[in-house]
C-alpha cells in the first residue's frame, strides 16, 4: 500500500504543471521560447508569429482535438491565452481568468471578481481580452476598472486596485501588459464620453 501510494504522488508530481518565474527578460527574449505564449500578441513586437516547426502544410490535415474546454459563461470571447510553463491562463467573460493545464485541458483554478449588477458597460460586450503574467502573479483588468494580481499557483488574489469609479462610464476590457516591474493598462469607455487614459502600475 505505502508503494502504491509513492508511485501515485510520482505521477502526480511528473504530471503536475511546473511553475517556474516569468521575469521581464524571458517576455523580453519570448521569440527564442516559442513553446511558450508569455504575452498579448506573442512578444513585445506584436507580430503574433509563432516560429513552431511541428505543423506544415503537409500534415495539417492530421490535426485532432487534444481536449476541449467548455467556458463556464455564455457571451462573446475574446481571451488570448497566455501560455507558461505548461499552464494556459484565459479570460472568461466578463473578468473571469481560469488556469488549464495544457496536457489535459483541466482545470488549475479558477478566479471569478465580484462585480457589481449594476456596471456600467455601454458600447461593447462585457468581454476581456486576456491577462499578463510577470514573476509569480497574472494580472486582469476587470469591466467595473479594477487591476487585480494574481498568485500564478493558486489563483489568490495578492492585490486589488482600482482604476477609476466605473459610475463615471469607465471600464476595461483589454489584456494589461507587463514590461519590467510595471503593469500597464488603459480604460474603455469612449463611447460614454469619458477622457481616456493609460496607467503603469508598480507590479
Known amino acids: 500500500m505505502k508503494i502504491a501510494s509513492v508511485l501515485l504522488l510520482i505521477v502526480a508530481m511528473i504530471a503536475a504543471p511546473a511553475f517556474a518565474q516569468v521575469p521581464y527578460q524571458r517576455i523580453a527574449n519570448a521569440d527564442k521560447d516559442p513553446s511558450s505564449w508569455l504575452t498579448y500578441s506573442g512578444n513585445y513586437q506584436a507580430q503574433r508569429f509563432s516560429a513552431l516547426t511541428q505543423i506544415t502544410r503537409q500534415n495539417v490535415t492530421q490535426l485532432k482535438p487534444a481536449w476541449v474546454y467548455q467556458m463556464r459563461n455564455a457571451g462573446i470571447v475574446e481571451t488570448t491565452p497566455i501560455v507558461a510553463d505548461g499552464v494556459m491562463y484565459i479570460t472568461e467573460p466578463p473578468s473571469t481568468v481560469t488556469a488549464l493545464d495544457v496536457r489535459t485541458g ?8 465580484n462585480i457589481p449588477s449594476d456596471v456600467i458597460i455601454i458600447g461593447s460586450p462585457p468581454v476581456n481580452r486576456g491577462v499578463a503574467v510577470l514573476d509569480d ?5 476587470t469591466v467595473h476598472t479594477h487591476l487585480i494580481a494574481l498568485d500564478r499557483r493558486s489563483g489568490a488574489v495578492r ?18 501588459m507587463a514590461v519590467d516591474g510595471k503593469i500597464i493598462i488603459g480604460i474603455s469607455g469612449a463611447e460614454t464620453g469619458i477622457r481616456g487614459f493609460i496607467n503603469a502600475y508598480d507590479a
Open 137 to 141: 502573479l497574472v494580472y486582469v483588468g
Open 159 to 176: 492585490w486589488d486596485t482600482v482604476v477609476d469609479d466605473n459610475k463615471n462610464g469607465d471600464y476595461m476590457t483589454l489584456a494589461p
Open 106 to 113: 483541466r482545470p488549475l483554478w479558477t478566479y471569478t471578481p
